[in-house]
């Protein structure tokens, strides 16, 4: 019974470079969260996604920052053209029904751009 | 204004003693809240939920809910070195959890 998983667990860029993070969510969890950390920082909100649709996306950065959860596949946030600020620790969590449920979290992927 | 307000400590206690961890939210609409626990470099892990006024008790753990004071907290009874982590408080907002800072808390052996 797999927990969410997150990779890579680490990735490092250089600016101007695109980071790509893929998240599967619990087996019969079809909600996915993305949160970032910042160091010495709390969990900021970014997105909210089900299957092929983009529920809540008010933290995510207007430029830069993409997200999407396929029909198939994991759910993938992109970067694109990463500056220094972009390092984090970027979190996905998961929910089986709706975001009234427990969310649970992934290992994180931690991303440091040179 | 901060939506989700923890104080971020350092907590210090000594072990075995109680551990008190605090929590102030803005939304009076809010229904849900959560209690994680981070260790350093890793993902926060989920201790508690609470959803209702009053206590709720889980092992060493009591989670305090009050509504009318959009206050909730965390009680640690039997504290031990190995609690010593950020405590993580989040609501629930519209589709997402709204956090707070975290608090850390040091367990002295």
């Known amino acids: 019974n797999a927990g969410v998983m997150q990779n890579p667990r680490h990735l490092v860029r250089r600016r101007g470079q695109e980071a790509r993070l893929r998240c599967s969510p619990m087996?019969?969890?079809?909600?996915v969260y993305w949160y970032r950390q910042l160091p010495e920082e709390g969990l900021k909100f970014m997105v909210y996604l089900q299957k092929e649709n983009i529920i809540d996306e008010s933290g995510m950065p207007k430029e830069r920052f993409s997200a999407e959860f396929p029909k198939e596949g994991p759910s993938i946030l992109r970067i694109q053209q990463v500056v220094r600020g972009d390092s984090a620790a970027y979190f996905c969590?998961?929910?089986?029904?709706?975001?009234?449920?427990?969310?649970?979290f992934g290992p994180g992927t931690r991303l440091t751009v040179l | 204004q901060k939506e989700v307000e923890q104080n971020s400590g350092p907590l210090s206690v000594p072990e075995g003693a109680i551990a008190s961890l605090n929590c102030t939210y803005s939304?009076?609409?809010?229904?849900?809240f959560f209690w994680y626990r981070q260790y350093s470099g890793k993902s926060p892990e989920l201790i508690m939920f609470i959803y209702s006024n009053g206590d709720k008790e889980d092992g060493r753990f009591t989670a305090q809910l009050n509504k009318a004071s959009q206050y909730v907290s965390l009680l640690i009874r039997d504290s031990q070195p190995s609690d010593s982590a950020t405590y993580l408080c989040a609501v629930e907002g519209t589709y997402k959890y709204i956090f707070g800072t975290g608090t850390r808390l040091k367990v002295l052996a």
């Open positions: 939304d009076r609409g809010s229904q849900s």
């Open positions: 087996k019969g969890h079809s909600h």
């Open positions: 969590a998961s929910s089986p029904r709706d975001s009234t449920d427990t969310q649970y």
